[in-house]
């Protein structure tokens, strides 16, 4: 029977070849696709799956309430973690990560081999028994006990060592400090992904760093220096709500003094960490949004697939209606009839999912570059391929093939045999409706790709409040580099084409973690207002373009600039009630650990969006360093027609400065358009694949069109002898299809518009949504209708009525 079965499948598809092809080509076409956006997903919630027991693993979260609403932070004091495990019965154990402010690089020196290394962090002793991570060498329970010792990637072991051991090998590590040796004592397997992607964990018992989080002012401090990641692995069946009442509990017990003296209010909370990467919605949009974005494409272009099968084996009937009535009339049941058209479903599907396998292997290198990943077919996913494809077969077969076989079983052989079989009504009204739920995915998809692009536009040309245009960041990585920042300074001021230096700790574009509040005369910390703290040089403004209020920025003299000289922003002004026009001159106050400060107002600058347009504009004040404190980055505003010469002369200075730094630089304005580098991958997998659903559901409406002027050969014959030229014959054909594509857009315009409105709601800046939009969208899919639809059109409208009547 299925040896039958597939002989006439095969019959089928060679007498009807365009047909064929336009089915098989479609769903491979998508199923190729479903199968890479689902590669893609599953990439995605790969991440931290090899924790062990990582159902019981948390992440602490900080809750602050004030006056500029509620914000959260993925992170906390610096005690809160070990007291909360000492006190709290279901914690098990606890961990802190510390990647230092301003230390996003670090220079790794291995006798001549020298580089900068990212992502290395400080962590307990206590890490692994939380975040298991697996160790390729050494002891997990010992390897981050003593002081100044080091544990490695194994592709940063690598990068050291080849292929030799990297076990007790002495190497320099310069983490935010001063550069120190450090001992390796284990190597850790980094090929799995996790939200923390680290290359190196030294030692919380070491030098630098690691002194300031051993030390009175940070074991001591509940209420602020909340910038310490903290991890909990807690009891198997522990309550969440009840843990986090004692952490609370906890929280007030020891920090309730402090957090009044700081006029800070805040709670905590945990959040799963296997839920971090993808789920998170701390300080950022969840990127499950994103995965739900994704599936829905996925599922859309094999919905269109399916639908052009279903379309052109319904509109095909009448050529089949014989051999179904003589079959039926020969005795064949219609259960027989329908698994013999299922049959032949799973045939073309079968053969649609080999050829996509072979899209696949073809397009994955461009998909991976689309997509920023670096996946391929191999044994680490072939189960997972697996099950997709047998999914995929039988769902789509079952979905492409169930309409036709239960609509062509249902023809009675006597109404079959004397040839008044009609495909009007019920099929009709389905192909009709299909049509239109295949454009309205389209036209959503349209909608949903314009707007993207356009918030991305938004973002790109939005006025920040300040200039990124030629400014070169040189990072002051070492303790050399930050002792030689002035003279490095005053060097580049003389170079040829450069206009002007400036330093800084945070760049523009970033997330600034140091904040304290302040408070007018009269009040107290309890009415303060958190400000983020940033120091910078003199000149700083100026060279950003960042505008004054009131007031004038820092000038060159910095004994008496850095002896509380302050310059807030606009909204830090109104936060704490002055008017920004009349805000210089004033005082303002905050208190620590029992001694109170006095800051001047010197200036109110205008607000700039320090960190992305995600985040709200937050208070902020600049305050310029001591002489005795560098900063961690030097700025420089070049011109720009003069590139490659200013590098060059600035590489020169700084390796007469600076010889035993590696020299690097970046540009600003590429810094601050990572942070939208998400949004413009998701932006490119939608457009691509968008343009990939129009192109099947082109081929599905050729399929039909050219159905519709076969049926209508004779027709179109006998209106051209009556006179009627092309463009009517054309209009004639082409107008169902614009009432269907009418029907769609109206559908799926609300759609688009709430879909894309839920998205905006992670930008804390966007762009209005333009009505237009839906306009070009519909007018898209109006224009690739008529155009698919017109070429089939076009060529019975121009053929010669003759062939048509000459057997009438």
Not at 351 to 367: D, E, K, R, T
């Amino acid at each position: 029977m299925l040896r039958n079965y597939i002989k006439i499948a095969l019959r089928n598809i060679s007498r009807n070849k365009a047909y064929s092809f336009i089915n098989i080509f479609g769903l491979s076409l998508g199923v190729a696709c479903c199968l890479l956006l689902a590669f893609y997903i599953e990439d995605e919630f790969k991440v931290d799956t090899h924790l062990a027991d990582r159902d019981n693993l948390y992440r602490i979260v900080t809750h602050f309430q004030g006056d500029m609403g509620i914000d959260e932070s993925g992170t906390a004091s610096p005690p809160i973690a070990m007291a909360l495990r000492d006190e709290i019965p279901e914690v098990v154990s606890a961990t802190r990560l510390l990647n230092p402010p301003g230390a996003t690089q670090s220079l790794i020196r291995y006798e001549d081999n020298i580089f900068y290394e990212s992502d290395g962090y400080l962590a307990d002793s206590t890490l692994f028994d939380v975040l298991a991570y697996s160790l390729l060498e050494g002891n997990p329970a010992k390897a981050l006990t003593d002081a100044n010792s080091v544990v490695i990637s194994k592709t940063m072991a690598h990068k050291l060592f080849g292929s030799s051991e990297a076990l007790n090998k002495m190497i320099s590590v310069s983490l935010g400090g001063p550069a120190g040796d450090f001992k390796i004592t284990g190597v850790f397997d980094d090929s799995h992904k996790s939200h923390v992607m680290p290359h190196f964990f030294i030692s919380m018992t070491s030098s630098g760093w690691a002194e300031y989080m051993r030390s009175p002012d940070a074991q001591d401090e509940w209420a602020g220096q909340n910038f310490v990641p903290s991890y909990l692995r807690l009891t198997p069946g522990h309550d969440v709500k009840a843990v986090e009442k004692k952490m609370n509990e906890v929280l007030v017990k020891h920090g309730a003094e402090d957090m009044k003296a700081l006029g800070l209010f805040k709670t905590l909370s945990i959040e799963p960490v296997k839920d971090i990467y993808l789920r998170s919605e701390v300080g950022k949009s969840p990127r499950i949004i994103y995965i739900y974005i994704i599936a829905s494409i996925a599922v859309f272009i094999l919905l269109i697939a399916c639908i052009n099968f279903m379309n052109l084996s319904t509109a095909k009937a009448t050529k089949r209606a014989g051999e179904i009535g003589l079959r039926k009339a020969m005795g064949a049941f219609r259960s027989s009839l329908i698994g013999q058209i299922l049959g032949e479903a799973m045939v073309i599907v079968l053969i649609s999912i080999l050829l996509s396998l072979v899209l696949v292997q073809l397009a994955l290198p461009f998909f991976n570059n689309l997509t920023g990943k670096s996946i391929t077919l191999g044994t680490d996913n072939v189960w997972y391929m697996i099950a997709s494809l047998v999914g995929l077969t039988l769902v789509t077969g079952l979905v492409a093939g169930s309409y036709p076989a239960f609509y062509l079983s249902s023809f009675q052989p006597a109404q079959v045999l004397k040839g008044k079989i009609s495909l009007s009504g019920g099929s009709g009204l389905l192909r009709q409706s299909l049509v239109v739920f295949q454009f309205m995915i389209g036209i959503a998809l349209v909608c949903g790709m314009l707007i993207i692009g356009s918030q991305l536009r938004y973002i790109e040309n939005k006025n920040l409040g300040f200039n990124a245009d030629a400014k070169i960041v040189l990072p002051l990585r070492t303790a050399s580099a930050s002792k030689n920042a002035d003279a490095l300074q005053n060097e580049l001021r003389r170079a040829a084409h450069v206009q002007s230096v400036a330093a800084t700790d945070y760049l523009p574009g970033s997330q600034i973690w140091s904040d304290f509040s302040i408070y007018p005369q009269g009040a107290n910390m309890e009415k303060a207002v958190d400000h983020l703290n940033n120091y910078v040089s003199h000149g700083y403004l100026e060279l950003l373009g960042i505008k004054m209020v009131a007031g004038r920025s820092f000038s060159e003299h910095r004994a008496t600039e850095s002896n509380g000289n302050i310059i807030i922003n606009r909204t830090g002004a109104k936060a704490i009630g002055f008017d920004p026009d009349k805000a210089v001159g004033q005082d303002v106050f905050t208190e620590w650990q029992g001694e109170k400060s006095t800051f001047h107002i010197v200036g109110v600058m205008e607000d700039y969006h320090q960190s992305s347009l995600k985040e709200k504009i937050r208070p902020l004040l600049f305050r310029m360093a001591p002489e005795d404190r560098s900063y961690d980055f030097v700025i420089l505003k070049v011109d720009a027609a003069h590139f490659k010469d200013v590098i060059a002369s600035v590489e020169k200075i700084w390796k007469s400065t600076n010889s035993d730094t590696p020299f690097e630089y970046t540009f600003l304005d590429d810094s601050i358009r990572k942070n939208y580098e998400e949004d413009r991958k998701v932006a490119s997998i939608i457009t691509s694949f968008t343009a990939l659903a129009m192109l099947i559901s082109c081929l599905g409406l050729y399929g039909l069109s050219t159905f519709m002027a076969e049926r209508r050969f004779k027709e179109i014959g006998v209106r051209k002898v009556l006179g009627a030229d092309v463009s009517q014959i054309v209009t004639l054909m082409s107008k169902e299809f614009v009432k269907l594509v009418v029907i769609a857009f109206v559908i799926a315009v609300p759609i688009a518009w709430y879909a894309m409105s839920q998205w905006l709601k992670g930008f804390e800046y966007k762009a209005p949504i333009d009505f237009t939009i839906f306009i070009y969208s519909g007018l898209a899919a109006l224009f690739v209708a008529l155009a698919t639809v017109s070429f089939e059109s076009v060529r019975a409208a121009v053929a010669n009525p003759v062939k048509a009547l000459r057997n009438e």
